[in-house]
Each structure stands twice: as structure tokens, then as C-alpha cells.
């Protein structure tokens, strides 16, 4: 039992068809393993004991009687902390929110229970999820599964750890600015950004709502698939036959190439080495246009971040962990015409890009241009924080910016992803390119 820890979901869930796992069985072998994990409490916000046991329960019964609700139906995950669950607390990484429980589940996580997935419970994050690297001083900070001095990756810090550490089949998390797919790529799992508006986020308390995404935190790309059907109450994509032979893809040069340091430049190097062995086509290009949209996000994000969240704050600043307040104040300082005017900017910008990216399957970079930072530096330096910070969400933010959306692979290397972004809407062109990269990666 100990070995399903470490299956992928799609695995769980052909054994629970195939009448080799019992739904119950499986439940209670992931609660006895969070229970038992001494680093339990900085995954893990809540654990939902009662209703995943009443959800595996019901699951074992469909299953029994041949009427399962899909392919995951009995399968357990975790959900980061900022979607709703009727009756328990999510407080979204903040003393803000502290005792707030919602009286109803957030739309995908309705969505994930009719397709019969349980519910372990709630993972930690960043606070109020605008970090990229899951250093969260007011409630818990993750460990890194590949180096227990640092920092896991945010904001769906805990997400990412509850899957690395065996914890959960999968785990749901939100992407604003990189949020599934930094911690993704610093745990060597699969992330899946989608495009903006794809899934509700209806019940999910907002950081940028016009960024806002969610998405699974996973082991494979065909978890990612099953998923990302579960969460909209749709059919997976059909991922049978995909091949690389003849895929285009392009490395972005502009802005995502720049400064790398030495591990994920040498894993980038080498995954793009397998993926033209395995009959990708791979070109550098450039969008001169895109720094510009860098210069934009500071006054986009906040403006918007502050407008969620002003209400809070403003009664209690002192709550909060000092570096996201002082990235979150500024939003109070733009007008509406400087954040209307950079939406016009942007959504040209936007454009631009679609049309230098036109011919291509997927653009490709590192997922990240750093390591996991150090987790006693960043509670002592604040310079460093910032820098790092900032960093590591700079790759991750060309797909935010852009309106795309990205898939984020492990290379081989510990915490070096390999992140392909797509049009808008281009999901399941994007899961069969992810698929066959999978294979020639792995």
C-alpha cells in the first residue's frame, strides 16, 4: 500500500476501475502518511479527516457497483488553501483571513467532487499567494523536497509539497504570476497553467483576478489531462499517439534566456538536446515588444492585488509579512486611467506576441532561471528576497502577461523544469505536446 504514495493519480485511479485498490484502503493509507509525517504541519493547513473518508466511501461503493463518475473517481488530492470548502476554514496563507469558513465549496472543487476525487484537505501557500517562492513567516513555510534548507517554490508552496512528499495523488493550486508552476518545476513535478478564465475561479479567493488561474500539481502530463477535466467538468483530452516528430518549437530569447544560472541553463541545454533527438524542430526567436509588458505588471498587479485586499489590510497592516505588504501597497497609488491605458499597452503587446509565435507548437525556456533559495538568507535578508523573488517568477510571467497558456515538465535535474507556454485555449494541443516531450525526457 505504501507504493500507491507514489503512483501517479491516472495509476490510482486504473487500479480503483480495475478492482485492485479500494477506494477506502487508499483514503486511509494517504491520511495515515500526512498524519505521520513529522513535517505534516508545514504542508498542511487543515486535514479534512471526515469528509475524505465519507468521499472515499462513496467512491468504493460506485465502484463496486460499476458506476464510477471518471477516471479519478476515488482518487485523493489536496487543494491550496484559498479555494472554498463549505464548513472549513480557508484563510489563504493570512492572519487577514484567520477563522473565515465558507458556507460552500469554490466551483472546481464542486466540479472535482462530482467527478469523485476526495479531499484530504488544505495545503499552505505564500501568503495571500503573491510570492513565487513559499516563504510565508505569518503561518508555515513547505519544504523543498530537494534540499531542506530551502524554500519550496510559491505561492502553491504546499500544494507542491503535499505531491513531492507522497501526501497526495495530485494537488490543486492557482497561477497569477507562477504560482502552479514554480513549485512544480522546483519539486520535479508537472504543472499545468491554463488560460485565463478556462476555470472558475468562482470560490477562490483572488489575489489579480485578471490574471488569476488555476491548475494541478502533478506527476505526469496524463494527470495533468484528467485533471484539468475534472476541475471543468469536461472530457480529458485525448492524448493516444502524440509524437514530436515534426513540432516546432521556439526558444524565447527576449527577457527569458538572459542571466540563468548554471544548473537550469545545463538542464535546459540538455532537455532541448532530447527533444530535437526525438524530432522537434527547435529555433531561438525573439519579442522585442515584451519588456515593456514587465514594465507594466508592477502597476497591473498591484493595482489589482490592492483593490482585492485593501479592505483588509488597511485596518491591520501589522498582520501581514512585511515584504508582500510593501509589494502589495503600491497598487493604491495608480489612477484608473494609468491601469486602463496599461491594459490597452498590454493587450497590443499581447498581440505582437501571438504574431511572432504564430508558427510554432510551443515556445519554449527554463521554467525557472534559479535554484530553490535558501530559507535562513531569506528571513534574514531582505534584499535578497526581493531579488530572488523576482527572479524566480520571471520566466513564469511571460504566460501570465501574455494570456497563454503553459505546461511545466521535470528535465532529469533536480528543481530544473522545462516550461512550454501555447496560445490561448490551446490546451490539449498542448497536453499531447507535453506527453510526447514526457516521454523523450524522461
Not at 21 to 45: F, K, N
Not at 83 to 94: K, L, R, V
Not at 175 to 204: C, F, M, Q, Y
Amino acid at each position: 500500500m505504501r507504493d500507491w504514495l507514489w503512483a501517479s493519480a491516472a495509476e490510482l485511479g486504473r487500479g480503483i476501475g480495475a478492482g485492485q485498490i479500494d477506494p477506502v484502503d487508499l483514503c486511509e493509507t494517504y491520511l495515515s502518511a500526512i498524519d505521520a509525517h513529522p513535517l505534516r504541519d508545514r504542508i498542511y493547513a487543515r486535514v479534512t479527516h471526515d469528509r475524505a473518508r465519507a468521499e472515499a466511501k462513496a467512491a468504493s461503493n460506485r465502484a463496486k457497483a460499476g458506476h464510477r463518475l471518471s477516471p479519478l473517481d476515488g482518487v485523493p488530492i489536496s487543494w491550496k488553501d484559498l479555494f472554498d470548502s463549505a464548513g472549513t476554514a480557508t484563510e489563504a496563507g493570512t492572519r487577514l483571513m484567520e477563522g473565515r469558513i465558507p458556507d460552500r465549496d469554490a466551483e472546481v472543487l464542486s466540479n472535482a467532487t462530482a467527478a469523485g476525487l476526495v479531499c484530504l484537505g488544505k495545503t499552505h501557500l505564500s501568503e495571500i499567494a503573491f510570492s513565487g517562492l513559499g516563504y510565508n513567516p505569518m503561518t508555515a513555510t513547505p519544504p523543498c523536497v530537494n534540499d531542506p534548507d530551502a524554500v519550496p517554490g510559491g505561492s502553491s508552496s504546499g500544494a507542491a509539497a503535499s505531491v513531492a512528499f507522497g501526501l497526495a495523488a495530485a494537488a490543486i493550486g492557482s497561477d497569477t504570476g507562477g504560482s502552479v508552476r514554480v513549485p512544480s518545476a522546483w519539486n520535479d513535478l508537472v504543472g499545468l497553467k491554463t488560460t485565463h478564465g478556462r476555470l472558475s475561479i468562482e470560490g477562490v479567493v483572488p489575489l489579480c483576478e485578471t490574471f488569476d488561474t488555476v491548475g494541478p500539481l502533478c506527476r505526469t502530463v496524463e494527470d495533468a489531462g484528467l485533471l484539468l477535466a475534472a476541475l471543468e467538468g469536461g472530457r480529458a483530452a485525448d492524448l493516444k499517439g502524440a509524437s514530436l516528430e515534426g513540432a516546432r518549437l521556439m526558444i524565447l530569447d527576449t527577457v527569458a534566456m538572459e542571466g540563468l544560472r548554471d544548473a537550469p541553463r545545463a538542464a535546459f541545454q540538455s532537455a532541448v538536446e532530447r527533444l530535437q533527438n526525438a524530432g522537434a524542430e527547435v529555433v531561438h526567436g525573439t519579442v522585442p515588444e515584451l519588456p515593456r509588458a514587465y514594465e507594466l505588471a508592477g502597476m497591473l498587479y498591484t493595482a489589482d492585488a490592492w483593490a482585492a485586499w485593501r479592505d483588509l489590510i488597511e485596518p491591520d497592516p501589522d498582520k501581514m509579512f512585511r515584504q508582500i505588504y510593501d509589494r502589495i501597497r503600491p497598487g493604491g497609488d495608480y489612477t484608473a486611467s494609468d491601469y486602463i491605458a496599461g491594459w490597452g499597452e498590454l493587450n497590443a503587446i499581447r498581440a505582437d506576441y501571438l504574431a511572432a509565435t504564430a508558427g510554432y507548437d510551443a515556445v519554449i525556456m527554463p521554467t525557472v532561471p534559479s535554484l530553490p533559495p535558501n530559507l535562513a538568507r531569506l528571513e534574514t535578508d531582505a534584499d535578497y528576497y526581493v531579488t530572488e523573488n523576482l527572479l524566480a517568477l520571471r520566466n513564469t510571467r511571460v504566460g501570465n502577461l501574455m494570456g497563454l497558456c503553459g505546461l511545466t515538465l521535470p528535465t532529469g535535474v533536480p528543481s530544473c523544469g522545462i516550461l512550454f507556454n501555447s496560445a490561448p485555449g490551446q490546451e490539449e494541443a498542448l497536453l499531447r505536446l507535453g506527453i510526447a516531450a514526457e516521454a523523450a525526457l524522461s
